[in-house]
């Protein structure tokens, strides 16, 4: 059984920073990806940031230059470094591990961000 969760969401300033990780337990296959989505009120979910296991990553435009992904996979862990945040960056954030025919989600973490 594959779990994902999520931490380090919260309230923070327009022009500040949050880091979200996210923790994956269970049989983990190589050659998978793992990424961020987020969902705001009224919004369909939309990507964030994706890395592959081969190190390749890519980012929605809208955060491009600003958020950055990354993972250790010896401790099975994903990371969103998001800087210079904007009150439309406001959501829930998803972590997502795409692995064979499955896909798994964690259950959020929310981010607010005030101008």
């Known amino acids: 059984q594959v779990q994902l969760v999520e931490s380090g969401g919260g309230l923070v300033q327009a022009g500040g920073s949050l880091r979200l990780s996210c923790v994956v337990s269970g049989t983990i296959f190589s050659g998978n990806a793992m990424g961020w989505y987020r969902q705001a009120p009224g919004n369909q979910r939309e990507l964030v940031a994706r890395?592959?296991?081969?190190?390749?990553?890519n980012y929605g435009d809208s955060v491009k230059g600003r958020f950055t992904i990354s993972r250790d996979s010896s401790r099975n862990t994903m990371y969103l470094q998001m800087n210079s945040l904007k009150p439309e960056d406001t959501a829930v954030y998803y972590c997502n591990l795409q692995q064979g025919m499955y896909d798994y989600w964690g259950q959020g973490t929310q981010v607010t961000v005030s101008s």
């Open positions: 890395i592959i296991s081969g190190g390749t990553t």
